[in-house]
């Protein structure tokens, strides 16, 4: 069973991305906390981390922190970032720290699950839990799948 690990400080987005992600292949564990998302680390083996780079810690870059933790301790699992007040140099500073890929909120989330399914994630079909977006590419692609960005 592959794990991802979600780490953002506002509740809605982990439970919209554990929701979009978890699957019968998938477990999905969620954290607002950047010491919990440490424990986590040293826990389970994670396959992927996505993480805000923003949390509501001391220097408001916790994010890249775990990145840069991340990548100096365990660096099998990919990390993508995202951040609701990005600047180009925030941007450097994630890929040059390790990033597999940043994000702008609001996320594009048929962008996000392609980068997650290229990680080596299987993503299940919203619509039919336990089928992958590839055993549904036809359907996914007559019906027009998951449609746009969303706020968060």
């Known amino acids: 069973m592959k ?14 991305l554990s929701h979009l992600l978890s699957s019968p292949a998938v477990s999905v ?7 919990e998302a440490e424990e986590a680390l040293l826990v389970h083996k994670i396959d992927l981390v996505i993480a805000d780079i923003r ?7 916790e994010g890249l922190h775990l990145l840069e933790h991340i990548k100096k ?9 995202m951040t ?3 600047t180009p140099e925030m941007k450097e500073a994630a890929y040059a720290k390790g990033a597999y ?12 699950l392609k980068k997650a399914e290229a990680c080596g994630i299987p993503i299940a079909d919203p619509r039919k839990k336990g089928k992958t977006i590839h055993a549904a590419h036809n359907e996914l692609k007559e019906t027009g799948g998951i449609q746009g960005s969303f706020p968060f």
Not at 3 to 16: A, G, H, N
Not at 55 to 61: A, D, Q, R
Not at 101 to 112: C, M, R, V
């Open 73 to 81: 301790t365990s660096p099998s699992p990919e990390v993508i970032v």
């Open 55 to 61: 949390l509501s810690g001391v220097y408001g870059f």
């Open 29 to 35: 564990i969620t954290t607002g906390k950047i010491e």
């Open 3 to 16: 794990k991802v690990l979600i780490v953002d400080d506002e509740p809605t987005i982990l439970l919209s």
């Open 84 to 86: 609701a007040y990005g």
């Open 101 to 112: 890929h940043y994000y702008e909120k609001p996320l594009d989330i048929n962008d996000l």
